[in-house]
Structure formats: C-alpha cells, structure tokens
T-cell receptor, first 115, second 111 residues
C-alpha cells in the first residue's frame, strides 16, 4: 500500500502571500489530520477531517484553513503568510476518526519557508 | 499548553546500553502513543498503550503507563545507532479528541 503523500515537499513564499498544501492519505483511510512542527513550539495540532467534515481544530488563527474531498484527499491553506508560519507541515492519516485509538501514519511533510 | 512533557529533553548513550524516556501528562487520557522521528523515515508510530493497560512490549521497546501518576516511560533495550532520533509521546483525552504531542526527547546513540 502506498503511504501518505504530501505535495509539494518544499515551498518558499514571501510574507502576505497564501499557500495551499496537499495530502493524499493511505488508500481506505478516511481521517486526515494536519500538524505544524517548529523547533520552538514542537508538534502542534491544526485540524482533523473525517468524511469531509472538520472534527477537531487546534488553536490557530483563522488564516489556517483546510478541507477534505470525497476521495479523502485533504488540502490546507494558509493566507496572509507571516514569518512565523515557517515550519514543517505534517499530514497524518488514519482509518477512522479520533486519535490514539487509531494509529496515525504520517507523510514526509511540506517544509514551508516564509521570507 | 502541552498535554505531554517528555523527560529528559536530550539523552546520549553508547550503543548497546538501554535508553529510558519519560512522559508526564496533566489530565486523564484515553490512550497514549509513542512516536519516533528521524530525518530518514519521518514520524513513525512505535506503540500504543490504552489507559487500562500497564505495560506493553514491541521488540526492543517496552512501554509502561501509570495513570495514578499520569506518566509513561519508553525503554529501548540494547540500543543501536539507528535508534538515534527524537521520541514523542502523544495523548488524547477522549476517544474523539485531538491528539497532543509532547516536546520530545532527542536520543543520540553513539557507536
């Protein structure tokens, strides 16, 4: 089975721009979660989608949004980029909704640099 | 604030030694997981322990959970250079809650 794929792998943007990141979960997995990882804040939960519905949301401003399509693929969007948005964005898929009771499989991440 | 906190922040050991990492959390949890992250393989799930379990093994890994002390430990026996990575504990308070990761322990295994 193919793993979780994320595109693009690397991205450089300037302040004020917007960006869209894509995640394709493992075939058959219906839950996709997004995390932001930075050296200072560690791994922080952004949101989780299950069957096209947002189930959980972390403490991020409204500039961060996401969606899930009927084929379970997910996108996250960050508008009006700030320098502090530079991070590794990780996507994780799991078979069902919810976290630890269902093992999460992580993608390689998208490294976003905001200049 | 972080639900889980790993201790120590960094650990350096010789190959063949055992490595122990601890995770403390603040509120009651449903389950706890340990993950490993290195540059080669990204973030990988290691083991899940449910709140009604006290100990679990997987190969060279042993995880314990003490819900009365709100803490968990990960023991890696007979460490190898390939075990060099950051290790994170992750918790969720209820079955459908968001998963919260701790800041991680950086483990260096010296050949």
């Amino acid at each position: 089975k193919a793993g979780v794929t994320q595109t693009p792998r690397y991205l450089i943007k300037t302040r004020g721009q917007q960006v869209t990141l894509s995640c394709s979960p493992i075939s058959g997995h219906r839950s996709v979660s997004w995390y932001q990882q930075t050296p200072g804040q560690g791994l922080q939960f952004l949101f989780e989608y299950f069957s096209e519905t947002q189930r959980n949301k972390g403490n991020f401003p409204g500039r961060f949004s996401g969606r899930q399509f009927s084929n379970s693929r997910s996108e996250m969007n960050v508008s009006t980029l700030e320098l502090g948005d530079s991070a590794l964005y990780l996507c994780a898929s799991s078979l069902l909704a919810g976290g630890t009771k269902n093992e999460q499989f992580f993608g390689p991440g998208t490294r976003l640099t905001v200049l | 604030s972080q639900q889980g906190e790993e201790d120590p922040q960094a650990l350096s050991i010789q190959e063949g030694e055992n490595a122990t990492m601890n995770c403390s959390y603040k509120t009651s949890i449903n389950n706890l997981q340990w993950y490993r992250q290195n540059s080669g393989r990204g973030l990988v799930h290691l083991i899940l322990i449910r709140s009604n379990e006290r100990e679990k093994h997987s190969g060279r890994l042993r995880v314990t959970l003490d819900t009365s002390k709100k803490s968990s430990s990960l023991l890696i026996t007979a460490s190898r250079a390939a075990d060099t990575a950051s290790y994170f504990c992750a918790t969720e308070k209820t079955s459908y809650d968001k998963v919260i990761f701790g800041p991680g322990t950086s483990l260096s295994v010296i050949p």
